[in-house]
């Protein structure tokens, strides 16, 4: 069974983000470690780049911390073989289409593949433009995630039935949190789906606190938490990582 | 492969909460663009309010003093809001506003597109906001008030290079979280299909009529036609209606800012590579593991690191010539046909009447050469004073 997939068993699953290279390589390995050591069950690593236009201003200012510190792509294959020595957590790559299409798609996958990566998540390459990719990533036993968001049905059914691993759910992203009408866009979207397939949803909305993750978790199947975590290493920098390993727990606690 | 590829150019590189609203756009511009209420309605708009036809403007005195082609201008500086911008932003506002839209959006770089697209919601009642580089606003603002005026609210981009590549992601970072009531107005022949073809489409106005004005006044077709080259809404538009006719070159300037060898440019042809960004697979300025370059040129509206896919695709099948200029030749550009025609156009134009200026010479008295003034240059003066060192006290 695909290992992404895995991570749903049994569980509601939290998936923790990290930007590589923020604000240095070594203290991004840390504060990824810290986010195993809380229980994540899915670890997200952000690959830098140089124009996030889906991210908000917390991902973005991590963005630059570690590009202007020399994060660069074959570095993050490093990082993540460093990474992969320590812990067995599934992980993803989070990046923007640019940075694969640049390093060259069959050169990028098999690196993901040596390095230990499961599965990647590319918020500009929608369905309709995942085949330029596609085959290079089956080729090395690596999922690409979709993302699924409010649309027509039709739609989200062409999604949810040619998913793997599993599935990023999106609101409209915005960082006002889950008032009421998201909250039933977002019931809709994940009901929706469960008609086309039984991959596992998590939520792709910027949760911010274990209250938060608590209320999402009970429609969803998992959440995935970016900017709160990426937040804690603006605050503390190089001593970020008892934090990250705290907050983690608090959110597993809380979707129980 | 997806929709709206001109080769293997173009595409919808966007995140998935604006696939379904992209969608949405492609269906409304495809009935509406055939609609003959809608064409009406644009048409009498292009002419009781813009000003169109633009008058193809025989530069009898550039001709005499260069001593080659003849020249003609294409006068998209004497439009309503002083450039070609307003082409795209009647039809895209008016578009809004058939699909129940209230609200649009634009990002700017010397503010044209975001004056114009100010003034379109004025006139059509729709709120408006313009996301605009930090750096640009200081550059230019004068436009930053001239949008205030007309009532829009004008947003200071902090992040990356402050400049139009950050006022563009800004822009479509607003868009994703808030696609029910809201049209980006996208102000070039850039982005995600369908805007590469929307915003061609209504500029295309410019080519159509400057071939049929060309074929009254001289009873055939030009030589070359030539426009100044950033996201490329007004070369596209200029290029549009004689890409079929095989005689005629399509001249595109690119902005080189202090020379393409320096690294301190924004021509995206001479230096750019292949790449994926800002929802079009095109060329763009980027290093080698593809992040986008920070880019400069004197001129706020070029300043931008990529290329419209179908310019890109032109360039590719060799029908379109793409060339740098840079700063210098382009404040000479703009002084030349200030003092020989008594036209202050705007910087980007000079761009294009720059290397107009290397061109006639080369080119016989029975050539004919088109070159289009996308802009005019009242917001320029001051900038072009700066930098030759004259302080101006207001």
Known sequence: MNKLREAFNNKKAVIGFMTAGDPTFEDSIKNILALAQGGADIIEIGIPFSDPIAEGPVIQKANIRALSNGMTTDRIFELVGRVREQIDTPIMLITYLNPVFKYGYERFFADCEKAGVDGIFVPDMPFEERPEAADYAKAHGITIIPLIAPAEEERIKAIAESAEGFIYVASAMSEAGLTEQSKSELKYVIETTRKYTDVPTAVWFGIHSPKEAKRVAEIADGVIVESAAVDLVTKHGDKAAPYIEEFLEQLKTAVG | ?394
Not at chain 2, 136 to 153: C, H, S
Not at chain 2, 237 to 266: H, K, P, Q, W
Not at chain 2, 309 to 330: F, K, M, N, Q, S
Request: hydrophobic share 40%.
């Open chain 2, 1 to 394: 492969m997806s929709k709206g590829r001109y080769g293997e150019f173009g595409g919808q590189y966007v995140p998935e909460t604006l696939m379904s609203e992209i969608h949405k756009l492609e269906k409304a511009y495809e009935f509406y663009k055939n609609d003959k209420d809608f064409i009406e309605e644009l048409t009498t708009l292009s002419r009781e309010y813009a000003g169109r036809p633009s008058l193809l403007y025989y530069a009898e005195k550039m001709t005499k003093d260069l001593g080659g082609a003849k020249i003609y201008l294409k006068r998209e500086d004497l439009n309503h809001t002083g450039s070609h911008k307003i082409n795209n932003v009647l039809g895209q506002a008016l578009l809004a506003k058939k699909m129940g839209k209230k609200r649009i959006i634009a990002e700017t770089g010397a503010g044209q597109h975001g004056v114009a697209a100010a003034t379109a919601a004025a006139l059509l009642g729709l709120e408006c906001e313009i996301f605009m580089g930090e750096e640009d606003t200081i550059r230019q603002a004068l436009n930053v008030y001239r949008m205030e005026l007309l009532g829009a609210k004008v947003n200071a981009v902090t992040s990356g290079t402050k400049t139009l590549k950050d006022a563009v992601n800004e822009a479509m970072r607003d868009w994703c979280s808030r696609t029910d009531d809201t049209l980006y107005v996208l102000g070039s022949v850039m982005g995600p299909h369908p805007f590469p073809m929307i915003v061609r489409d209504f500029q295309s106005v410019i080519s159509r009529e400057a071939r049929e004005q060309i074929l009254e006044k001289e009873g055939r077709l030009p030589t070359a036609v030539m426009a100044c080259v950033g996201g490329g809404s007004n070369a596209m538009g200029m290029f549009y209606n004689f890409i079929g006719d095989e005689s005629v070159r399509l001249i595109g300037c690119e902005a080189a800012g202090r020379g393409v060898e320096t690294g301190e440019t924004a021509a995206t042809v001479a230096t750019g590579t292949l790449g994926v960004f800002h929802g079009m697979k095109s060329l763009f300025c980027q290093d080698e593991y593809g992040q986008i370059a920070p880019v400069y040129s004197i001129s706020a509206g070029l300043d931008y690191p990529g290329i419209g896919p179908e310019h890109a695709h032109l360039h590719a099948i060799g029908r379109a010539e793409y060339v740098p200029v840079t700063d210098d030749e382009a404040v000479d550009a703009f002084e030349y046909i200030a003092r020989t025609e008594g036209i202050i156009c705007a910087i980007e134009s000079a761009h294009a009447v720059a290397h107009l200026i290397k061109l006639a010479p080369t080119l016989s008295k029975d050539d004919i050469v088109i070159c289009c003034l996308s802009g005019r240059g009242d917001k320029d003066v001051a900038a072009i004073a700066r930098y030759r060192g004259v302080n101006l006290h207001e």
